[in-house]
């Protein structure tokens, strides 16, 4: 913006203190309440998730971030939720798509944990499935602990869909009929 010509820009006393009163002002609030700038301090440091699972009837609700690296615990704890239940084995579940789901989470507003249809598959598991219906790949990204078959019941299953495909962060399945939204790391895919 410029200033009309021969005009010149005086800050006076009363400007300068009536900025800095607005500032204060400002402040104020955050100051007279450190509770909640530590909150929301506290919440930018921390990712979190919960699941149900809906085969096992196990629920977790867990911090598996915080100050910058993952909670070694928190992981061993989502790897056990996550396990495939048909055979117990557990797989170390996939950073990246703990991220995503946190992402997901927030975007979507929900408040419900995450209900859990299927994550990781044992290839045991995985070959039976595959042999019994054409819609379980063969080389599935649930062997991988790279992919996970969920439902919220807080959002609608259409708007998780949605949310998962605006994300752009992998592979994205819709299945209403059997309610619920697959979710992967690989890459960006939809069916």
């Known amino acids: ?9 005086t800050v006076t ?22 509770h909640i700038a530590n909150a929301a301090t506290l919440a930018a440091n921390q990712r979190k998730l919960a699941f149900a699972n809906l085969h096992t009837g196990e629920t977790l609700k867990t911090v598996y ?23 117990n ?27 859990v249809i299927s994550a990781y ?7 039976t499935l595959a042999e019994a219906s054409n819609g379980v790949a063969k080389h599935s990204l649930h062997m991988e602990g790279q992919a996970i078959d969920i439902h919220l019941e807080d959002v609608a299953l259409k708007d998780l869909h949605r949310g998962a495909l605006a994300l752009k962060r992998g592979g994205v399945g819709y299945y209403p009929a059997s309610d619920f939204v697959h979710v992967d790391v690989g890459r960006v895919r939809t069916w």
Not at 19 to 26: D, P
Not at 67 to 84: F, K
Not at 90 to 99: G, N
């Open 65 to 87: 971030w915080e100050g910058g690296d993952y909670v070694p615990e928190a992981l061993g704890e989502i790897n056990q939720i996550l396990r495939d239940f048909r055979t």
């Open 13 to 34: 006393r009363r400007h300068f203190l009536a900025w800095g009163s607005a500032g204060v002002a400002l402040a104020l609030p955050a100051l007279a309440m450190p």
């Open 1 to 9: 913006m410029t200033k009309p010509a021969g005009r010149r820009s």
């Open 89 to 115: 084995d557990v797989h170390p579940i996939d950073a990246k798509l703990l991220d995503l789901l946190n992402t997901l989470h927030q975007k979507l507003g929900a408040k419900a944990p995450f209900s």
């Open 121 to 127: 598959r044992s290839p045991k598991t995985n070959a």
